[in-house]
């Protein structure tokens, strides 16, 4: 057990919907990374945020956004959700403010299914 | 452009044997490199860190090595056992900024 929650696990929404992902972190880790993960795509990092502010963001579309609130448990919003959003989406945490030497603790994911 | 590639998507061992899996990038200078396991349905979970300036670490059955200058890790499980089947990804890390990670290889350890 990684110690990172994520909910719901699973989610099946219809296009043009909007859902909340919610992840909190491992007990003590102030960082928290998101990643979508579909078949053709591999791991691919969407946001990070450190302390409740927004430290990088990767291929994060215009029509996602997350935020980290005071409590550490950050949320993953999907907007006007396309067939192609379909995918796990993970939540991970680590210690530090950089990833550099930091292993990564991912949750189970939520399984986001389009239809 | 950047590039992360792993040997193959799928590798297929006899129980007993060391599996090779093989991590290969182009253009990132990473300062370090991990290596995760992933089930189905599960989220990734860590196995080793190694840094640029460490050839090889070693954890139980496992080893990772790291050389810069052919841009390459190889990660190994020797002895083998069904239950390291999993899909194996590196990760590498961009600048610091985030880890970026390959594609994964598939290993089937069959008894």
């Known amino acids: 057990d990684s110690g990172v929650t994520q909910t719901p696990k699973h989610l099946i929404t219809a296009t043009g919907q909007r859902v909340t992902l919610r992840c909190s972190p491992r007990?003590?880790?102030?960082?928290v990374y998101w990643y979508q993960q579909s078949l053709d795509q591999g791991l691919q990092f969407l946001i990070q945020?450190?302390?409740?502010?927004?430290?990088a963001k990767g291929n994060i579309l215009e029509r996602f956004s997350a935020q980290q609130f005071p409590d550490l448990h950050s949320e993953l919003n999907l907007s006007s959700l396309e067939l192609g959003d379909s995918a796990l989406y993970f939540c991970?945490?680590?210690?530090?403010?950089?990833?550099?030497?930091?292993?990564?603790?991912f949750g189970n994911g939520t399984r986001l299914t389009v239809t | 452009s950047q590039k992360i590639e792993q040997n193959s998507e799928a590798l297929n061992i006899q129980e007993g044997k060391t599996a090779t899996l093989t991590c290969n990038y182009t253009?990132?200078?990473?300062?370090?490199l991990q290596w995760y396991r992933q089930d189905p349905g599960r989220g990734p979970v860590f196995l080793l860190l190694i840094r640029e300036n460490e050839k090889e670490k070693r954890k139980e059955r496992l080893k990772v090595t790291f050389d810069t200058t052919l841009k390459q890790s190889l990660f190994h499980i020797t002895a083998s056992q069904p239950a390291d089947s999993a899909t194996y990804l590196c990760a590498l890390d961009n600048y610091g900024q985030n880890f970026v990670f390959g594609p994964g290889t598939r290993l089937s350890v069959l008894p």
């Open positions: 945020y450190y302390n409740g502010e927004e430290r």
């Open positions: 253009n990132y200078s990473p300062a370090y």
């Open positions: 991970a945490s680590s210690v530090g403010r950089t990833v550099v030497n930091s292993p990564l603790h």
């Open positions: 007990s003590g880790d102030l960082s």
